[in-house]
């Protein structure tokens, strides 16, 4: 394990090598404590870079011998992970073997044993771990890989590409041979070695070729891999339609493995999944979780040509790959929803996912540009590059393309993928290589200034304000623009902003637009270009004052602040034309009435909020999955983020009880809608239909959340009588959401149906970290949570259970976790101390949950400062969690 604090990289700083590889010969010998890695690579001086010696990178390895053309090296020099070979000619061979134990190896990065199976994880780097390489994103080589193992604990031997041969060896042992036709930075290398069994199906691609699509899994979940091969199928087709790219394999692989740190992994040809995001069936997985399965199928698939065929040139580009591939999967599942929906719900079906999507960016991205781990989404530097998975990188950096998506229309974006596929591919290039495509495929589209989103942290405000001339019919809207210091970097330029607007009339509904000096063309909403600090846009022709609906469809990731009484939200809530907005006027109106009720523990709810509720609820014209985004009140997360200083336990009081209130007075009318939003007949996985469930799901929360007898009577029948997930957990969280007393018999009756199925108790902790005390005499949640860590089925070493039980109690139940006697942060210490010794990716994770700290009350910084310089004192601190630490307290 690394153990020394790591020192700072500089994007700066990135010089080619002297020498790649060609091509790689891998020979893996496959034993639990004492695998032998043969690695033969194919070493050339590369000609554009300076001469200098070959280098390697190798962690964790104990090396068995390194010979250079089969000759010891005259020359070889170490320092921590960086090896360095002095070689003369343009042609070497360095072959190297090491011997490693996956068994020991609990950082699930490298090779490791999950459930006696073998299996790899190289983003970013890993492989390093495996063998000594030049462990770099812009080294691509060409992959031949044999695998030996035992064959009874491993009948099924995978790696990346075409099998090219197979046979027995002795000893009960046995062997496989693939190859990979693509040359690709070791980071896409896998390999798996398991009892795993497989669904197939082979498909055409749109050239007719023929490819055998696989879902590899443990052999009792064979029942549940359905979707996920859907899945892929629908990612294939809708990838050839929409960007022309096809299938380059003649075998697409997916392996679902139940240890992993992150959600899955697009190694070529062979990805790798948490079983998260594969197994799905009505019995075990909600509507929710078969969208994930979609998504992240599609978002692996898609890295096929944005991450695998064009890579990135250093891990600063990261966003290269992720921000465009999560805008492409985003974008997949929006297309997927509005085919489901047909033509006429197909708006409000693209608005929902939109909605989600801005949720988890509000939430997750928006407090980190905040806070001391705030990027640019092509940070400047980095310590610990798996720190750098971030929301920025990833949600932020899917925004960026987006507004080039908005700036250039799709068709010129789709000409610049062409470009960019016609010029990059087979290259590990930089985000300016792709913004420079964008602009030559669209007659040189000025993106100079655009490029500032990739070197400047920080959300941007934009400030609106309007003015109308009753005398002429004109309305001038002027926008400001200004982005707030981040660490490292103090003065910001201006951004250009894309602001979709439309003009609402008095009638609620929207106005053509025409900007002083243009023709009329029809238009009700249009992209205004904010570029410098201030602007002005004057549009004339109006008949009477309207009302301004910003931002439409979150057209930029920025905060809009926006001077709007209570009734023009209630107007905007009611009429506005643009669906994204109308959720957005409703989450505006809920997070004012939610912050004054912190503010001021007596502030009433207001009788007009209840009632412009009330009208949304009771929209029968209204999407049912648009309704329950609507009548969601906005994240805890996000509200924080807008408290300043922030009162976690304030919040928290005034959200049980505005959950109340609206539970209370709109107990009919839930109850009503509960029993319209029935969905009969057998499960099926359909957004209408999950659209349904979803608000009656949310309707018996409010129920509960009030206390109604009839409420907690339909939950409880409701739980016993599903026949899916969605519903059954669904009433299972509004009864645990209450102090009704069956709630504890629920849990227990819950835990033992599904006492074998480890992803279903994943929701089980979940649920109980997550959950509320409803009763001031109930005892902490933190206690529940303590109780839980002993619990047979939970497990450090597992991602998966620390993110449900440590990471909800962490992130998603501030209310408990900000605790005024300081045990929650005490407790995170402990527990990131101890993940620390682990798995260090994880224990970052966790680690991250305290960084926003300033933001809080002087109580409270002073609890979680004690703790954050308790866990940076620790011993054997990782560089993951250093970084974190260490930032959060600079
Ligand atoms: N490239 C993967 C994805 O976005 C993420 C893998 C990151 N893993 C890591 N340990 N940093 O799909
Ligand atoms: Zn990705």
Redesign the pocket.
């Known amino acids: 394990m690394k153990t020394e604090h790591a020192p700072t990289i500089q994007r700066a700083d990135y010089r080619p090598l002297s020498w790649t590889v060609e091509t790689v010969d891998l020979h893996f010998a496959l034993d639990p404590e004492a695998t032998v890695v043969t690695n033969r690579m194919l070493c050339v001086r590369n000609p554009d870079a300076d001469a200098g010696p070959i280098r390697l990178w190798g962690e964790d390895l104990k090396r068995l011998s390194l010979t250079v053309d089969g000759q010891a090296p005259a020359a070889l020099r170490e320092s921590g992970a960086l090896i360095e070979i002095d070689a003369g000619g343009d042609r070497v061979v360095v072959e190297v073997r090491t011997r490693i134990d996956p068994k020991a190896n609990t950082t699930l990065?490298g090779l490791y044993l999950s459930n006696g199976g073998f299996f790899t994880?190289c983003?970013?780097e890993?492989f390093r771990r495996i063998t000594c390489f030049p462990d770099r994103p812009d080294v691509m080589a060409r992959f031949t890989v044999t695998l030996e193992a035992d064959r009874a604990n491993c009948p099924v031997l995978l790696s990346n590409g075409n099998l090219i041969g197979q046979g027995e060896l002795p000893d009960g042992r046995h062997y496989a041979r693939w190859e990979d036709p693509f040359p690709k930075p070791c980071y896409l290398f896998a390999l798996v070695a398991a009892d795993l069994v497989a669904l197939e199906r082979t498909v055409q691609t749109m050239s007719g070729r023929e490819v055998l699509l696989q879902v590899w899994v443990e052999e009792g979940n064979l029942d549940r891999c359905g979707h996920a091969m859907d899945s892929l199928v629908h990612s294939m087709r809708w990838d050839e339609e929409t960007f022309g790219l096809e299938l380059d394999l003649d075998r697409f692989m997916i392996v679902a493995v139940a240890d992993f740190?992150?959600?899955?992994?697009?190694n070529k040809g062979l990805n790798i999944f948490n079983t998260k995001f594969v197994l799905a069936k009505p019995d075990t997985a909600t509507d929710i979780d078969y969208e994930h399965v979609e998504s992240v199928v599609a978002?692996?698939y898609f890295?096929n040509w944005t991450?695998n065929r064009v890579t990135c040139r250093d891990w600063f580009q990261l966003t290269l790959?992720?921000g465009l591939?999560v805008f492409r999967d985003q974008q997949f599942s929006a297309d997927m929803l509005a085919r489901a929906a047909g033509a006429e719900g197909a708006a409000s079906a693209r608005a929902v996912k939109r909605i989600d999507d801005v949720r988890v960016l509000r939430a997750a991205q928006f407090p980190e540009d905040a806070g001391p781990m705030a990027h640019p989404i092509r940070p400047d530097s980095y310590q610990e590059?798996?720190n750098f998975?971030t929301a920025t990188v990833?949600e932020k950096g899917a925004e960026v393309i987006r507004m080039l998506h908005t700036l250039l229309g799709q068709e010129g974006f789709r000409n610049g993928m062409d470009l960019y596929f016609s010029y990059h591919d087979g290259e590990a290039v930089t985000c300016d290589d792709f913004v420079e495509v964008m602009s030559e495929a669209n007659n040189g589209f000025d993106l100079d200034q655009f490029m500032r989103w990739y070197s400047q942290a920080g959300t941007p405000r934009v400030k609106a304000s309007g003015e109308w001339n009753a005398a002429v019919g004109s309305y001038t809207l002027t926008l400001a623009q200004y982005t707030p210091a981040t660490p490292g970097q103090h003065a910001k330029l201006p951004l250009v902003i894309p602001v979709a607007v439309g003009l609402i009339g008095p009638d609620g509904r929207d106005c053509a637009l025409r900007l002083d000096g243009e023709a009329q063309d029809g238009a009700t909403t249009r992209v205004l270009k904010l570029t410098a600090d201030e602007q002005r846009f004057r549009f004339v022709g109006l008949a009477a004052e309207p009302v301004p609906s910003l931002l439409r469809g979150f057209s930029a990731p920025v905060v809009l602040e926006l001077d709007e009484d209570d009734a023009r939200l209630a107007f905007r809530m009611a009429h506005d034309a643009d669906p994204f907005n109308r959720w957005d006027a409703a989450q505006r109106y809920a997070e004012r009435v939610v912050l004054a009720m912190a503010a001021d523990a007596a502030a009433p709810v207001p009788d007009a909020f209840v009632a412009a509720f009330r009208a949304l609820l009771g929209d029968g014209a209204l999407d049912p999955a648009f309704r329950a985004q609507a009548l969601a009140l906005p994240g805890e997360a996000y509200l924080l983020e807008r408290m300043a200083p922030a009162e976690p336990l304030a919040l928290r009081a005034a959200l049980v009880r505005l959950m109340r209130t609206l539970g209370e007075r709109l107990a009919a009318d839930w109850l009503a809608l509960f029993d319209a939003m029935q969905v009969p007949g057998e499960y099926r996985y359909h957004p209408a239909d999950a659209g349904r469930r979803a608000l009656a799901n949310l309707a018996l929360r409010y129920l509960a959340a009030a206390g109604d007898g009839e409420g907690l009577a339909r939950a409880q029948t409701r739980f016993e009588a599903a026949s899916n997930m969605t519903e059954r957990f669904g009433a299972l969280a509004a009864l645990v959401q209450s102090t009704h007393p069956a709630r504890e018999a629920a849990l227990e009756a819950f835990h033992a149906r599904y006492r074998d199925d480890a992803l279903v108790l994943d929701k089980w902790f979940a649920l109980q970290a997550g959950a509320w005390r409803w009763d001031d005499a109930a005892a902490p949640v933190l206690d529940r949570v303590r109780a839980l860590l002993s619990d047979p089925a939970f497990s450090l070493s597992n991602p998966n259970k620390v993110y449900a039980l440590l990471g909800t109690y962490f992130r998603a139940n501030p209310g408990e976790f900000h605790a005024a006697d300081g045990s929650g942060h005490a407790f995170w210490a402990e527990q990131v101390i101890a993940l620390n010794g682990r798995n260090p990716?994880v224990a970052a994770r966790m680690a991250r949950a305290l960084e926003s700290w300033r933001r809080f009350t002087p109580a409270l910084q002073a609890s979680i400062r004690a703790q954050l310089e308790r866990v940076l004192a620790s011993e054997g601190l990782s560089p993951d969690v250093a970084e974190v630490v260490g930032k959060a307290l600079d």
């Open positions: 990065s994880q983003e970013a890993g740190n992150m959600g899955a992994m697009e978002h692996e890295h991450g790959k992720e591939t590059i798996n998975y990833y990716q």
